[in-house]
T-cell receptor, first 111, second 115 residues
Framework: SQKIEQNSEALNIQEGKTATLTCNYT??????LQWYRQDPGRGPVFLLL?????KEKRKERLKVTFDTTLKQSLFHITASQPADSATYLC??????????FGSGTRLSIRP | NAGVTQTPKFQVLKTGQSMTLQCAQD?????MYWYRQDPGMGLRLIYY???????DKGEVPNGYNVSRLNKREFSLRLESAAPSQTSVYFC??????????????FGPGTRLTVL
């Protein structure tokens, strides 16, 4: 069955450093991959999308890579700030309108 | 624009009771979704509606029914609530179906406890 794995343990990073989150998947060939941010008690918010034929996407301090051979996406936050502390979810999409979410990685940026 | 709205925000039910969770979006989106989120499990798709008049099962549909009332509204019904349905329920919508962006917009969630 399709499986998405994200770092199950929380990631603690010093402010100003680059945070790198990993999303691995098996038994799936997604057409695109998305990253969402979720704050406690709130719904997820879309951040970035990367298609299967794209290697890298950037948006301000965010960078996403997508390696369909390794079946892996990396999500980077450069110059991290305490306000970046949240849970980050990756999601895979195919030809249908539904997408599959990973369980998320909790990121904590300490001042 | 209110985006995606959900009612109620909180609900406590007894085992066997029924209830309907309401969801509405004002972004003229074709597709709507219901997810549940449990600790350590991530978001799991219950049902979705790719367009008005159609609904399809997701990963965990048992114990739930849905109605796509019109393009704006998508409701989720629990006919006979069970403690295993204690969860946070999110409704979402997206502007496209098929292979495209499919950026999903989420509501604030409904926190449901079944005793």
């Amino acid at each position: 069955s399709q499986k998405i794995e994200q770092n199950s343990e929380a990631l603690n990073i010093q402010e100003g450093k680059t945070a790198t989150l990993t999303c691995n998947y098996t038994n799936y060939s997604p057409a695109y991959l998305q990253w969402y941010r979720q704050d406690p008690g709130r719904g997820p918010v879309f951040l970035l999308l990367i298609r299967e034929n794209e290697k890298e996407k950037r948006k301000e301090r965010l960078k996403v890579t997508f390696d369909t051979t390794l079946k892996q996406s990396l999500f980077h936050i450069t110059a991290s700030q305490p306000a970046d502390s949240a849970t980050y979810l990756c999601a895979l999409g195919g030809s249908a309108s539904k997408i599959i979410f990973g369980s998320g990685t909790r990121l904590s940026i300490r001042p | 624009n209110a985006g995606v709205t959900q009612t109620p925000k909180f609900q406590v039910l007894k085992t066997g009771q029924s209830m309907t969770l309401q969801c509405a979006q004002d972004m003229n989106h074709n597709s709507m979704y219901w997810y549940r989120q449990d600790p350590g499990m991530g978001l799991r798709l219950i049902y979705y509606s790719a367009s008005e008049g159609t609904t399809d099962k997701g990963e965990v549909p048992n114990g739930y029914n849905v109605s796509r009332l019109n393009k704006r509204e998508f409701s989720l019904r629990l006919e006979s609530a069970a403690p295993s349905q204690t969860s946070v329920y999110f409704c979402a919508s997206s502007g496209t179906s098929g292979i495209s962006y499919n950026e999903q917009f989420f509501g604030p969630g409904t926190r449901l406890t079944v005793l």
